[in-house]
């Protein structure tokens, strides 16, 4: 029989979800939804040392964000919760005793200290079957010894006992199967009694288990513990529900080898996290996509193809559409370099996607930020000047410099542009051309482009240079859309001041 598709996302609050994490999020969420299954959140917090408060919320807001939707989790709850690893220890505790009733595990006494001095003696130290009877630990030391060990309330560690010469096999979605040897590996520490909680690997496999998780989709630095987890599965006898294991290639730094880090993003000026992060210790602020201005969609579009393609040349893919296309046999076993030149340009054709309407009121606020009131246009003109300049920017704070001028007048004059095509005619010239533009029945682009073409023909002026001051005088530099949906929009009475005011300002 089938199983049911179960996959859970299992960050560990310890800082905000990075770039890769969200990602990891991402694939799970569209293979969950592909098939019918369901997205677990579940939260791995057994390392109280690097706990950090604030991280869980950050991952429910990116997530939510994101529009990657959890059906089972802390917030949602669920049939197999809770779901956050702290308030399960009783589950542990039961899990470690089985492994060492039946011989699979022991207690461990040895100190920091005489670790250290194990470490220092022996060439590549490894705590196993080599190793194991000359350290402090149940399976070196008497019966009674341990016991009054434990009764005195000594710290001890429960350690895997792993046989060695071993092959184990792992079976990867994506990498196929990969097969190591137990001697290589060494005996983990499953659960500590300072604290009662078990590490990362006990909880892991535990949870996976009593969740019913059927593919376990994580980065690909988790590859070196999945044989671990295997012989983990065998050693609880639950070797056949063991999920699937599907590890993700890693992100890479966009102009080189290596893991994408929170550095590149500094050094490259792109961020690394969904949402900005106010570090609760330091202080220090991390930047995030949504508040660098992008949109959500686009983030999403453009993770997705960070290791997966579609099988062809398909760029643009909204969540339905990736859910629909997404497969392992298309997800890359090297890593993904982080192109971030090519996540603005997701997010630029994810704007022009958006209608002028939409996009003027994400506006709204950055004119008001650069000091002018959008109250003082109506929405429709504020629409029309979006319209003329939306194919020129990546995020909607570029609308200000690309159409500023179709709500204040420029002040300053582009000086590159002055020196090559202000010469001492042009004072006459658009003089003239105030006249001619007087004279227009109708001021619509279509009506006035032909007139105004008319004259500087008839005249036998040089079209580029007439244009380009008459450009300079309404917009400030030789840039923009055309200029007759410019003067279109600004009307006839605005263009034919801004011609005046660049006749006075401009040299004479
Ligand atoms: N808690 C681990 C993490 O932070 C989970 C790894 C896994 O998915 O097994 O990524």
Not at 376 to 392: H, M, Q
Not at 482 to 497: A, P, Q, S, V
Request: aromatic share 10%.
């Amino acid at each position: 029989m089938e199983r049911k598709v179960r996959v859970r996302f299992a960050p560990s609050p310890t800082g905000p979800l990075h770039i890769g994490g969200v990602r990891t999020a991402l694939y799970n969420y569209l293979f969950a939804r592909q098939n019918g299954g369901d997205m677990i959140l579940r939260i791995e917090d057994t390392d109280s040392q690097r706990f950090v408060p604030g991280a869980e919320d950050y991952i429910n807001e990116a997530l939510a964000w994101l529009g990657i939707e959890i059906d089972e989790g802390v917030r949602e709850g669920g049939p197999f919760g809770p779901y956050k690893q702290s308030e399960r220890r009783d589950i542990y505790r039961h899990y470690t005793q089985q492994l060492l009733d039946a011989g699979k595990a022991y207690l461990a006494f040895d100190t920091p200290e005489e670790l250290e001095k194990a470490r220092a003696e022996h060439k590549n130290f490894q705590y196993d079957a080599s190793t194991r009877m000359s350290m402090r630990n149940s399976l070196s030391l008497p019966a009674e010894e341990v016991k009054r060990l434990v009764d005195a309330g000594e710290k001890y560690v429960v350690r895997f006992k792993i046989e060695p010469g071993r092959d184990v096999e792992v079976n990867d979605l994506i990498r196929g199967k990969v097969t190591i040897n137990s001697s290589i590996l060494d005996d983990k520490v499953l659960y500590k009694s300072a604290d009662d909680l078990p590490t990362y690997h006990l909880a892991n496999i535990v949870d996976d288990h009593l969740m019913e998780v059927s593919h376990v989709i994580r980065g690909e630095e988790w590859l070196p513990s999945a044989p671990l987890h295997v012989l983990l599965y065998e050693a609880f006898g639950w070797i056949d529900t063991m999920p699937e294991f599907v590890h993700l290639p890693l992100l890479l730094k966009p102009d080189g080898k290596g893991k994408l880090s929170k550095r590149d993003g500094d050094r490259l000026g792109f961020p690394v996290f969904p949402l900005e992060w106010h570090d609760p210790k330091s202080g220090e602020i991390s930047s995030g996509y949504r508040e660098r201005g992008y949109l959500p969609e686009a983030v999403v579009n453009f993770l997705a193809l960070l290791g997966w393609n579609p099988g062809d040349d398909t760029e643009i893919m909204d969540m339905a559409t990736l859910i629909e296309k997404f497969s392992f046999d298309h997800c890359s076993r090297s890593g993904a370099k982080f192109d971030f030149e090519k996540g603005k340009w997701f997010n630029h054709k994810y704007l022009l996607e958006l209608s002028d309407m939409d996009l003027t009121q994400m506006f709204k606020p950055v004119m008001k930020a650069n000091g002018a009131d959008p109250a003082a246009w109506s929405d429709e003109y504020i629409a029309r000047a979006v319209g003329l300049v939306k194919g020129r920017i990546n995020f909607v704070d570029d609308l200000w410099a690309q159409s500023k001028f179709f709500f204040v007048e420029p002040t300053e004059y582009e000086e590159k542009a002055v020196r090559k095509r202000w010469n001492e005619d042009m004072p006459r010239i658009m003089g003239e051309l105030i006249e001619v533009l007087e004279g227009l029945e109708d001021f619509s682009a279509a009506a006035a482009e032909p007139v105004v073409l008319g004259w500087i023909a008839d005249k036998g002026y040089h079209l580029g240079n007439v244009m380009n001051a008459f450009r300079l005088t309404v917009v400030g530099e030789c840039k923009g859309p055309h200029m007759f949906d410019i003067t279109e929009l600004l009307g006839r009475d605005e263009t034919i001041r801004r011609i005046r005011l660049g006749i006075e300002r401009l040299p004479h």
